[in-house]
């Protein structure tokens, strides 16, 4: 082979090691996003979209790090990386930004960082470590999975304590999806779901706060508090039937433009695009989240080894019910909860992580044709 060959084998090597079903999804839902976040920004590119960018960005050179990396690199690092997010959830309490009356933040500089959007991409690495180590024929009983419920319980407990209820359910969520599926028998899963509904109804009963309370109250009926904690639910409502099938055009919705909508850019951006884009657009984006998540599960299938198999049934997970619970809050089939929708919600920590999963599919899509 010719000095030229050579580069431009490598090189060919590198493209073909691209997961561009990976990259075509994400850079159009990235791209779809911006241009919501733009309307429900006012236009203003400035301030927090600019942020917005900058932290999508700088996920980007993550993600892009990570899918260059032997993902088993993360098998080594699982635990420690484990720890060190757990140490970040500790200092929280004791130097942590109260915002909202609610303090989940570190301060970074000129920026905020949230200490729980990344547990939720170590706890998966935690989890899919130890499960990966575990003997392939070993039982699946209930009692065999005291650790790995530790493991997500520990961190759970100190979102939820910042309080972060959102965040500690989708921890909780994707945690029992990845035990479900490739550690728990039938009989056992229904003795999951009967200790969960009854530490729920004790939760309701003796720890949940009013307002989380309160949260199913509206849900139920959104029109008895539509002063109040029903506003946002009834406008999200109209808003959506206000886009019709085909949409009132980009920046043309009046539930945002007019400021009837509030949280349009964090809780409630779906409603800003369904109202803008209709029911064709809306279902356009929602394919794409499938899309990935299907692929996420179809890069299972056809993972290395048990522990790539557990990091994309993980990653898949988590965007699988950011999207859900969040869409589910604006059509009314969920209440009111403070989960975000991947990439079109404002926040920088999730879509640092987001973009951290991101990489973790690709670096076991580029590893399953190797060999070794």
Known sequence: MTAIGRPRSVVRRAVQSIDWVIVTLVAGIVALALINLNSAGAGDWSGKIQVQIRWLGLG?????IVAALDYRVLHRLAYAAYVFGL???GLVPLIGVMRNDARRWLELGD???QPSELMKIL???ALAR???DRPSKAPRKVRHLIVPFIMFLIPVALIVNQPDLSTGIICSLVSITILALTELSLKSILALMTTGVTLFMLGWAFFMHKYQRSRIDVWLNPEAYADNEGYQTIQAMIGVGNGGFFGRGVRQGTQNTLDFLPYGDTDFPFAVYAEEWGF????????MFVALVLWGLSLASQARDRFGAL???GVSSLFFFHVIINVGMVLQLLPVTGITIPF???GGSNALAMMLGIGILMSVSRSRHQRG
């Open 60 to 64: 980007t050179i993550a993600a892009l």
């Open 130 to 132: 130890y499960l990966s």
């Open 311 to 313: 990091l994309c049934v």
């Open 111 to 113: 920026y905020q960082f």
């Open 123 to 125: 706890l998966i690495a």
């Open 280 to 287: 064709l657009g809306a279902a356009m984006v929602l394919v």
């Open 344 to 346: 079109f919600s404002l």
């Open 87 to 89: 140490g970040l959830l």
